[in-house]
């Protein structure tokens, strides 16, 4: 074996060992990016929520086509979500993970629509959802693929 073959695998094997780390941390962005979506929809509700989806996010209603991009899923989202007045969202990720790659991820989760209803009580309904998370050329990550249904 000749040095330059040595300092290739051993480049290599450092390459190897760089990559848990870049998961793990995306990982932990990724948990902290579904948090933080939550959050900016209670407190902007359609506003909040289409600031975390990516311009080329798909969508993927019940019943209904395929939608692709951010001002599809926004006409989407108005109608079929946040047309309800005094509408609450609240989600949390139970699982997570992340490409080794550390710029591709998603968050499993649940989540409670709490709806008011006309005669002053709410009603609950819960789901959950797959959300894939893609690492944007600024750093931050945002929603490439969104999924939810009724549990």
């Keep these: 074996m000749t040095r330059r073959t040595i300092a ?11 990559a848990p780390k870049k998961q793990a941390e995306a990982i932990q962005a990724i948990q902290k990016a579904d ?3 939550c959050a900016a929809t209670k407190a902007k ?7 975390y989806f990516a311009e080329d996010a798909a969508g993927f209603p019940a ?3 395929l939608i692709h ?11 079929a979500i946040f047309s309800t007045p005094g509408l609450v969202i609240d989600w ?4 997570a993970d992340a490409a080794a790659s550390g710029d591709l991820g998603y968050t499993i989760g ?4 709490h709806i008011p ?15 894939v998370w893609k690492k944007q050329a600024d750093g931050s990550w945002r929603v490439s693929a969104d999924l939810g249904n009724q549990s």
């Design 35 to 37: 948090l933080d979506f």
């Design 117 to 131: 209803g006309k005669d002053g009580q709410t009603t609950v309904r819960k789901s959950k959802y797959l959300t």
């Design 110 to 113: 649940t989540a409670e629509f």
């Design 8 to 18: 290739a695998l051993l480049l290599a094997g450092g390459a190897g060992k760089a």
């Design 92 to 95: 949390r990720p139970v699982k």
């Design 45 to 51: 509700g359609l506003d909040g929520w289409m600031s």
């Design 69 to 79: 991009g951010r001002a599809a899923l926004r006409e989407y989202y108005a109608e």
């Design 63 to 65: 019943g209904k086509p």
